[in-house]
Each structure stands twice: as structure tokens, then as C-alpha cells.
């Protein structure tokens, strides 16, 4: 369910700048951030690095050797 929040436009500014690097919308800018804060919340001893490996592995499709089916 989606709901309005009210940002800062300096937050929506940034998001749309790294969006734009990324190739994602301003929202979807502000999910990763959110993601990658609360990955690192919950794991402080992970680096930055290994955060971003983890949010890309999830983004990747599973490869056809490990369906079953």
C-alpha cells in the first residue's frame, strides 16, 4: 500500500540527482537509501561495500541451475 510522506526538498533534490546517476525514480532512490540504512542498523559491523553487494545480489534473478520444478 502506497502513502504520501512529506520530504525535504533538499532530500527529494539529492535523490533525484543520484536517481538520475542510477537510473532510478526519485522514489526508488529513497527506497534503496532506506534499505541500505536499515541493513546497516541492523548489521553495524557490515562495510558499505558489503551492503551493496547484498542489495545487488537481490536484485539479480535466479539462475535456471538452481530452479526446481
Do not use: C
Not at 536517481?19 to 553495524?44: F, L
Not at 551492503?51 to 545487488?56: K, P, T
Amino acid at each position: 500500500m502506497a502513502i504520501n510522506v512529506k520530504l525535504s526538498e533538499t532530500l527529494v533534490n539529492q535523490a533525484r540527482r543520484y536517481g538520475g546517476v542510477q537510473h532510478r525514480s526519485i522514489p526508488k532512490q529513497i527506497e534503496y537509501w532506506s534499505q541500505i540504512g536499515k541493513i546497516a542498523e541492523e548489521n553495524p559491523d557490515l562495510p558499505f561495500a558489503m551492503i551493496r553487494e547484498i542489495l545487488i545480489a537481490d536484485q539479480e534473478e535466479v539462475m535456471g541451475e538452481y530452479q526446481f520444478g
